[in-house]
């Protein structure tokens, strides 16, 4: 899903460059981003294991590839700020590092993976674990796993009417949305089953640990 340079227009570029820097610029001026070292410690430990899972990557037609996000468990554990945080750190070092993602495109690929995945994953198992109406370690997989399905598939859908809708990009939306989306509808049931294995097994032992179980009333 790492967009490359080319892909996207000026246009495209400015805007998608506008909306996450001004998501971040208000994550700070509200004060939602205050780092203590226990907060420094998991945001560094997770965006290292996303780090790992995001190398992995399966080529797709059209010139776009398929790869884990990650952006659903981060949200679900650090919240949404922080969650967005870690993918942002993650994406930057693989622009700058692997150039895995284009410069011009950072502003895009942060706005997919870091904060649309993100978001969608955290509120999907916040909300779909209060209509369960328990906190089981059944109820937090099925919770997990829809919240990463959805995370990666929204994810995906929104990638594919960026590059779509650019004239950089030689394909047009009906074809970039229902590849980007089909893909990832499939890989976001992967996702989906191990942000809920992931989940359910630090809520038997450290419940603490995960911010939206916490908010969603567990």
Known sequence: MHIPDGFLDVYWVGATYIVTIGYFAYLSLSH???LDSSRVSLVTTL????????MLNWPLPGGTSLHLLGGALAGIILGPSYGSVTLALVLLVQ???????GLTTLGANILNMGIVAVLVGYYVFKYALRISGKVSRGSIFMAGLLAGWMSVFIAGVVCGVEIGLSPQFPYGVEVTIPVMGGWHFILGIVEGIITGFVLSHPHARNPELIVALKEAGG
């Open 32 to 34: 939602q981003l205050v």
């Open 47 to 54: 965006a290292a294991a996303i780090f790992a899972a995001q």
């Open 95 to 101: 622009a700058l590092v692997f150039h895995d993602g």
